[in-house]
């Protein structure tokens, strides 16, 4: 049974194939990359498939059993991309897949949800069986941006007191190789979320307790911190959009507290204290990296 995985060189995909290498036989795994020379450390077969370019799918998706279609990362681009993807696995006779969609997709006040949405309508207006692992927060989606947030002394958003049920990547990671592998999950739709809810407050406070140092959750109305996002360098869309997410997770977007996600993986999800350990540490060891290579220049 050959697996194949899109956005093989990103974060996820890398994480899925490492974990699935684990299991399954290489040779049954396919890597499917916009530039496969990035993907060349795998250890897998890698073929180039480009979600812009319909005609880079037939041959990317041919003796394909299982797909696990990582959903594009172009905001506004989505449908279209994962329509070459769906098409593609359509004709080369996919027998399963495997999509990353949205917490609550069907309900969420988050942007992202129509593309969301109208992709799982295409696999079912495709008739092609599948999963639907629908998504929550990742935690570093916020510890990602550790070193800013040290740098300028606090949290800064505009979450309020919403609730946030994130977990880690290899949480869901995990999650898609127990439905690329496992029994029973076909035509089943997952809401994924950590088992425990936190705040920006309590980011920010267990920052603190770990650094040693007065991190403060620091709320800002939606247009100021759209505005601090710019002022940072991010492109403005991007910023606006980032800055509506956390209006949403005031909402209640990010909050689940059904615990699906560790019943699937077959244990406890990732304490967002761990996972902004493993940030802090990851942040230290780039720093002492930058200073032996200076102590040696």
Known sequence: MNIAITGATGRLGRLVIQKLKQIVPTEQLIGLARSPEKASDLGIAVREAD?????????AL?????????????LGKRVQQHRHVLAAAK???????VYTSLLHAETSPLSLAPEHLETESMLRSFGLPHTILRNGWYTENYTGSMG????HGAVFGSAGEGRISSASRSDYADAAVEALTGQGHVGRTYELAGDASYTLVDLAAEISRQTGR???YRHLPEADYAAALVGAGLPEPFAQALASWDVGASEGALFED?????????RPTTPMAETV??????????????SEKGRSS
């Open 91 to 97: 004709a080369a006779g996919v027998s399963r897949v």
């Open 277 to 290: 350990r493993e940030a802090l540490s990851g942040l230290e060891s780039s720093l002492e990296g930058g």
């Open 51 to 59: 979600y812009d370019r319909a005609d880079t799918w037939k041959d």
């Open 214 to 216: 007065e991190i403060p």
């Open 258 to 266: 059904d615990r699906v996600l560790s019943t699937l993986i077959s």
């Open 148 to 151: 800013a947030i040290l740098e």
């Open 62 to 74: 041919a003796g394909v059993d299982t797909l696990l279609l990582i959903s594009s990362s172009e």
